[in-house]
């Protein structure tokens, strides 16, 4: 069962406009949500997260939103830069179940100049 | 550089051998996970230690894999009698200790598995 899902595969945006990647999650435990971004033969590194008592957090270019009632969360990335070309991953914790991050399967963007 | 540290970067084994893949998680860091990508898919949660205690390990499979975190020195992920399946790249990432809910885990590089 995929609790996190990301159902873009890949986004394709120009340099300087929006990019707004989607996840949505089902199990109702997650009250953490983090956003990590991986370039190839990389890590991921953590770029923004979100407690479930918020609906919004922003860290100057990225913003992250969140829904609780649709289960949904969204990256904004703006504007958008070519070295922003990576594969996002939206990933979420739920602190009674632990400490484990269940990762979406990844959205895969590329900033055209 | 005080990130998380993974090695080797790169390993290759024939089917049946062992593989020992190590991390030493970021100064100050008592917590540390693995996780495992296969192509094409996202990182899949394995297991979870501090020093000297598996915390969680709902996600390593139930036979060839293990995990420890000595007193002293790097965790180490162990498989033995790797099949081509095992074929992965492995993560591993450290955590303070956590504060509510706040819970991010920094990552280091990983380490490409692959088997003959």
């Known amino acids: 069962d995929q609790q996190v899902k990301q159902n873009s595969p890949s986004l394709s945006v120009q340099e300087g406009r929006i990019s707004i990647l989607n996840c949505d999650y089902t199990?109702?435990?997650?009250?953490?949500f983090l956003w990590y971004k991986k370039y190839p033969a990389e890590g991921p590194t953590f770029l923004i997260s979100?407690?479930?008592?918020?609906d919004k957090n922003e860290d100057g270019r990225f913003t992250v939103f969140l829904n609780k009632s649709a289960k949904h969360l969204s990256l904004h990335i703006v504007p958008s830069q070519p070295g922003d070309s990576a594969v996002y991953f939206c990933?979420?914790?739920?602190?009674?179940?632990?400490?484990?991050?269940?990762f979406g399967g990844g959205t895969r963007v590329l900033v055209k100049p | 550089n005080a990130g998380v540290m993974q090695n080797p970067r790169h390993l290759v084994r024939r089917r049946g051998q062992e593989a020992r893949l190590r991390c030493s998680p970021m100064k100050g860091h008592s917590h540390v996970y693995w996780y495992r990508q296969l192509p094409e898919e996202g990182l899949k949660f394995m297991v979870y230690?501090?020093?000297?205690?598996?915390?969680?390990e709902s996600g390593m499979p139930k036979e060839r894999f293990s995990a420890e975190f000595p007193k002293e020195g790097p965790s180490i992920l162990r498989i033995q009698q790797v099949v081509r399946g095992d074929s992965a790249a492995y993560f591993c990432?450290?955590?303070?200790?956590?504060?509510?809910?706040?819970?991010?885990?920094?990552f280091g590089a990983g380490t490409r598995l692959s088997v003959l």
């Open positions: 230690l501090q020093k000297e205690n598996i915390i969680d």
């Open positions: 990432a450290s955590s303070p200790p956590r504060v509510g809910a706040k819970n991010i885990q920094y």
């Open positions: 199990n109702s435990m997650f009250d953490y």
């Open positions: 990933a979420a914790s739920a602190g009674a179940a632990g400490n484990k991050l269940t």
């Open positions: 979100i407690s479930s008592i918020k």
